[in-house]
DNA sequence: TACATTTGCTTAACGGTGTTAAATGATTTA
DNA sequence: TAAATCATTTAACACCGTTAAGCAAATGTA
């Protein structure tokens, strides 16, 4: 009966074309435009044939999770294997993360909750989103002494407190955070350390 | 001709109404969850009643968006007036930031892509999901000479590095992030000095 | 070969979405 | 009182995820 594992291979086929066809979707038009329609067309069947491969539609975005995380894992491997000292090797496996990012918007959008749906490209063009960072970069510049609120050091600065700041409260909301007492610490240490690299 | 103005007052308070009839509904049932039906039934008119005050969806997310963003920077000033030293301001208004994301999670995911989504609770209990938390944590034991991966400095130090990362590449991602120049000297600031606290 | 069963796939449908156009009915104007 | 304007609703369109029913070809069985 080597006909039923010729057909197990094709089935196997078809799973995996769906999700390379959502992939396909998903970085041609975001992943709002996702839907089981559309990636039936890709793959030339109607969109009743997808449930046979998937409980439904989250099914795939998790999976797509599932083989983010996968890829993320293998590239932070290659990382660390490319160094022997602990400090090199957590710089590398943090700029790699870095990259994958980047290289794979799409799946990391998904993978940490990083939303582009919404009216993000207007939000970017509301005057109001721009006031806190004229209230912090004020202070800051007074803090170091800068007149200039244009420049780049106070940007950079705002920068890396809106990072960790920002960072730690969305991750914290995807309710994949730790402790409170974890979180202040955090927060507590992370602040401080950079205002104290403005100080001095 | 005070009738006139009754009736433009009128408008202007369902205009209001649609956009607390919104953030209710997000509050309750998530941003996933709001549609235009839902708002007018809450405020007891029929759907098209509402593309008299607004565009299209996106203009009442737009407009939540804006608010939360005065809501925000009205409790920046505050904070930042209830000090005299720019460090004590900076601190104080950072700490404000940080409370007005959980006071107002509905509103901060809106203002800055923070999307619970898609199947998030399942992502979370993605065993690939850990992998990298365990790349990383054993590196950063190694480094730190700690050899119980299980305690909280390890994850508090990954957690800081998470993220200062998480956050600049979110932030980026949004495309509210600035140069790549900046970019970089932040991620090197960062990792470099998160580093430089573990090992001295 | 002839019939029955299974398989693969599609069509049709349900209830939902954002959005628009037409219809209705009340209110104001002339 | 007749005409015009306004507020509001109903109906419709095209899309969405999902399920059930139908169909036609392939397969198994006699």
Known sequence: MASKDRILRLKEETRCNILEAALQIVKEEGWQALSMRKIADVIEYTAPIIYEYFNNK???????????????????????????????????????????????????????????????????????????????????????NIDDLEGDVICTKYYTFWSVVHGLVSINLLSRGWSDEINRQVLKDAIGGIIRTMTT
């Open 58 to 144: 989250d099914a795939i975005l998790l999976e797509l999770n599932r083989q983010g995380y996968l890829k993320l894992s293998r590239e932070l491997v290659e990382a660390r294997d490319r160094h022997r000292l602990p400090a090199k090797q957590l710089e590398d496996m943090w700029l790699t993360y870095w990259n994958f990012a980047f290289a794979n918007k799409e799946l990391y959008q998904g993978m940490f909750g990083v939303a582009t749906s919404c009216s993000c490209e207007m939000v970017n063009k509301l005057a109001e989103a721009a006031k806190p960072y004229e209230l912090f970069s004020a202070v800051i510049g007074e803090l170091m």
